[in-house]
């Protein structure tokens, strides 16, 4: 059995067709879990591996579920993040530009 290391973009992991084996979990991340992602995302850190099997033409995510909804979110629908954020760093609609960096950084 073969395999490989593949470096990839964050879209092209969200926005290809990779299947669920019937054996992954469901969603388990909170809102906080996400908007950490986030933050590594932001900042460039790195996010872990991901883990596909390819059968043919197929392909399966055997590790990285609550990674890809995480992201999904995020590209899909920004405004996620902003209601993340209003969770997990407390953003209110009043707070200055200064505030908000304060309060992430």
Do not use: H
């Not at 460039?44 to 995510?61: D, M």
């Amino acid at each position: 059995m073969a395999f490989g290391i593949t470096e990839g973009t964050t879209s092209y992991f969200i926005t290809n067709k990779i299947e669920l084996p019937r054996f992954q979990r469901k969603a388990t991340w909170k809102d906080a879990d996400n908007f950490m992602l986030c933050i590594s995302v932001f900042k460039g850190y790195p996010i872990g591996v991901i883990i596909v099997n390819e059968l043919g033409t197929k392909k399966f995510l055997l590790d990285g579920r609550q990674r890809r909804n995480a992201l999904t979110l995020m590209y899909n629908n920004p405004v996620e993040v902003y209601k993340w954020a209003t969770k997990f760093i407390g953003i209110k609609p009043n707070l200055s530009e200064a505030e908000v960096k304060d309060r992430f950084y």
